[in-house]
C-alpha cells in the first residue's frame, strides 16, 4: 500500500494527542503502516512529531511533580526536594555518596600497553608508583605480583 507523508504525519499527531504517547516507538506501534515505512517517510524527523510527543512529555512530568509535592509520603518528600535542591543541599540528602580518593602520600598507577609486543623495545610492562615517586618492578607483564 502507498502512504502519502502528509497523511501519516497526521495520524501520528492524532495518535500522539489522543494516547498521550512519549515515545517514537509508540507512535509507530500505532500507526497503520510499517515501521520502515514510518521512518522512509523521515516521520521521526518532522518538528511536528517532535513538539507532539515533547508537550506530552512536558504535560507528564509536571504532573508527576505535582503529586510529589502534594504527597504526605517521606519518600515522595524526598524525591520532590531532590528535584529542587542545590548542589550542597543534594550532597547532603545524598546517603551512597562515593568519592574516590588515594591514602595521603600515595600515587597512582601507571599502566602502558604496547600496540607491538613483537618489537625488543615495546614490551607490555605495568609498573606501581612507590610514595616517594620511584618506580616498583613488583608488578610486570600487567600481572600484580604478592610481596611473601
Known sequence: ???????????????????????IEDVVACLLCSKPTFYQHKLNELDSIKDAISFNRIETKLKIREKLFESDNPIALIASYKLVANNDELDRLTTNRQTPRLPEGNKPMVVTFSLNPNKENDIVRNKLLTTSGSLDDSAVDGELLDDD
Open 1 to 23: 500500500m502507498t502512504y502519502k507523508t502528509h497523511e501519516l504525519e497526521q495520524a501520528a499527531l492524532q495518535a500522539i494527542k489522543t494516547r498521550k504517547l512519549l515515545f
